[in-house]
């Protein structure tokens, strides 16, 4: 009876084994698989299956060995109660991470969606901000442009300055020029107009007169005396 029974547990296990449960639990059910395979195997050597004994210690009674098998029969009732019990929570387990699993599927597929999502309007506000850059770009050109263009003028209105100061120093330099030039026109008239009568060269002094010059007054009398050596002005001789 007990055979009997074995055989339906390890059918029922079969059955379990052929679900779609994860790796972990179904290498906990081919353990408990392997052990009523393994506890099947005692029983039939218990009761003699597969024994080389004659036929005449078979028909006999052994009572000890059927107490050890009373024994061994109450073990495996216990082992099978506690081998279905945990068959149970492993169910339980594989029912829970189905659920759980799939709870995650549906949390994915609403990350993906929100996260295509988020994408999109990511992908839009760059756009939107590509082309606010393209304009700000623009912008910054033009004030570039602007700045090089306000820096050319500057430097053009440093130069008229220059040529400005340099104009003005070359105008102070033609009055210099000219105030010479005057003075030597004066200097040349006044030398135009000496009487030389009354120089006297000798070797010692030349040109020097026998008069007494009038003192002079100013500058021009200073030059006067310097470039006329000798030599008074016609009206002074008078």
Request: aromatic share 8%; net charge neutral; charged share 35%.
């Amino acid at each position: 009876m007990f055979c009997l029974f074995a055989d339906g547990m390890k059918m029922w296990m079969r059955r379990c084994f052929d679900m779609n449960f994860p790796s972990m639990l179904q290498s906990r059910i081919l353990d408990w698989r392997c052990l009523l395979m393994f506890t099947d195997n005692k029983d039939n050597k218990a009761f003699g299956s597969g024994s080389v004994d004659e036929p005449e210690q078979r028909r006999r009674p052994d009572y000890e060995c059927r107490s050890q098998v009373l024994e061994e029969t109450k073990s495996l009732r216990y082992q099978l109660s506690e081998v279905n019990s945990k068959i149970a929570d492993l169910e339980n387990m594989a029912k829970a991470w189905q659920a759980q699993e799939s709870l995650n599927q549906q949390v994915s597929r609403g990350k993906k969606e929100e996260d295509d999502g988020k994408d999109k309007e990511i992908e839009r506000l760059e756009g939107e901000l590509g082309v606010r850059n393209s304009l700000t770009d623009q912008q910054s050109v033009r004030e570039k442009l602007i700045k090089l263009l306000e820096f050319r003028i500057k430097t053009k209105d440093d130069e008229r300055r220059l040529l400005k100061h340099e104009l003005a120093m070359k105008d102070e330099e033609i009055q210099r020029l000219k105030s010479q030039l005057d003075r030597k026109e004066k200097e040349y008239a006044k030398l135009k107009n000496t009487n030389m009568e009354n120089a006297d060269a000798s070797p010692g002094n030349a040109f020097k007169f026998r008069a007494k010059n009038p003192p002079g007054k100013g500058y021009t009398d200073i030059s006067y005396y310097h470039d006329l050596i000798g030599a008074t002005n016609s009206s002074a001789g008078d």
